[in-house]
């Protein structure tokens, strides 16, 4: 049976009562809704158009899980950047030393590239900063952490995401104007990217933001939104019209860019700047995008 939103009500109040960004949260039985419908509950969420508090309030909850083991200094808190389409920022979401593993894993490998574009993998002018594809089993905590989180959120499993794409921008490099899926993707066998988690993992001294030009801020005012690199923030996401739950989804639909999400990386002016992108897929992730 599927879980509705008037049926969450009760948890919703109770975690903004007892939420894990106060001082204390005990988890108890009515706190999230039942196992046995949580999926439901979260494709459901994502079907139709929400508030910010609304987000705000299911971010809470997909997060309380007690096995991130939070404390008083790496306790997450939520922005709400735009309501329609969604974009919010999710602070504290990795912690420093796990960012600082990423970057040094990413190092050691050796196979920093130049970055490319397009399902075709091609270097492009219009993105100028490096890449390395890392999987889960050279740095396992942090990148089982960022899974978990990701697929409590939007709903999907672990085994839809692609490997990790860390990303390191020196002082001048940009990834100018783009949409995170493509027409073309819909060819690949696991079809378009659906959603995209961005992770701040070492923030520039000066510039490196994430611009989003068409999007109308939470507070109403319609010239975009920016969004500042903060070390261990992540930036979440969903990146085409289809989301799952809406009316007539299904995992082999054709996907559609929502114009939208259209956004730039920024060049930083002064400093470095490493990102790390999951991309979530509406299949087990398959051949067709490198890093697999």
Known sequence: MKL?????????????????????????????????????????????????????????ICLSDPKYSYTTENRPSIQILSNEPPLLVVHNFLSPQMCDDIIQTALQSGNMRRSTIGSQ????????????????????????????????????PTSHMENLQVVRY??????????????????????????????????PVAGGETWFPALTSASGTNNGVLVTPRRGSAVLFWNTVEKPGCSNYSANMFLHADP?????????????????????????????????
Not at 6 to 28: D, E, K, R, S, Y
Not at 194 to 203: K, S
Not at 272 to 282: D, S
Request: with cysteine.
């Open 4 to 60: 509705h939103t008037l049926a969450l009500v009760g948890p919703i109040i109770l975690l903004l009562q007892n939420t894990i960004f106060g001082t204390a949260f005990q988890p108890t039985l009515s706190s999230a809704p039942p196992q046995s419908s949580i999926k439901d509950y979260i494709h459901d969420f994502w079907s139709k158009p929400r508030t910010g508090l609304e987000v705000e309030s299911h971010v809470r």
């Open 121 to 156: 993998q091609e270097t492009s002018e219009t993105r100028t900063s490096s890449t390395v594809w890392i999987q889960e089993h050279e740095c396992p905590i942090p990148l089982r952490l960022v899974a978990d989180k990701v697929s409590s959120i939007t709903g999907l």
């Open 170 to 203: 020196d002082p001048g490099q940009e990834f100018q104007m783009h949409t995170d899926h493509q027409d073309s993707f819909n060819d690949l066998e696991c079809r378009g990217r659906l959603a995209t988690c961005l992770i701040y993992l070492a923030e």
């Open 260 to 292: 939208r999400m259209l956004h730039a990386g920024l060049p930083a002016s002064e400093g470095e700047k490493w990102v790390c992108n999951r991309w979530i897929h509406p299949m087990d992730f398959g051949a067709g995008v490198r890093g697999l």
